[in-house]
């Protein structure tokens, strides 16, 4: 299990990379999408939330939003 509060790296290992943004979900605001990321391919995983580009460019790149 890895706490954090913010956007940015959960954990990194020789095999994949993850990566948390925070999403829009009224009113609880630590809601966040996952991005995996392994050598070959990447994954996002997100709950339901509201109306983000910030989650597509998450999806395209890595998130700038905390």
């Given amino acids: 299990m890895h706490e954090f509060a ?3 790296v ?7 990379k993850v ?3 925070r ?5 609880v605001t630590q809601s966040y999408a996952y991005r995996f990321d ?5 994954i996002v995983i997100s709950g ?7 989650l597509a460019e998450f999806a395209r790149r890595e ?3 905390s």
């Fill in 23 to 27: 999403v829009r979900h009224p009113p």
């Fill in 48 to 54: 339901d939330t509201a109306y983000a580009p910030e």
């Fill in 6 to 8: 913010r956007a940015g």
């Fill in 38 to 42: 392994a050598k070959d391919r990447s």
């Fill in 63 to 65: 998130c700038a939003r």
């Fill in 10 to 16: 959960v954990m990194q290992n020789d095999d994949v």
């Fill in 19 to 21: 990566t948390s943004c």
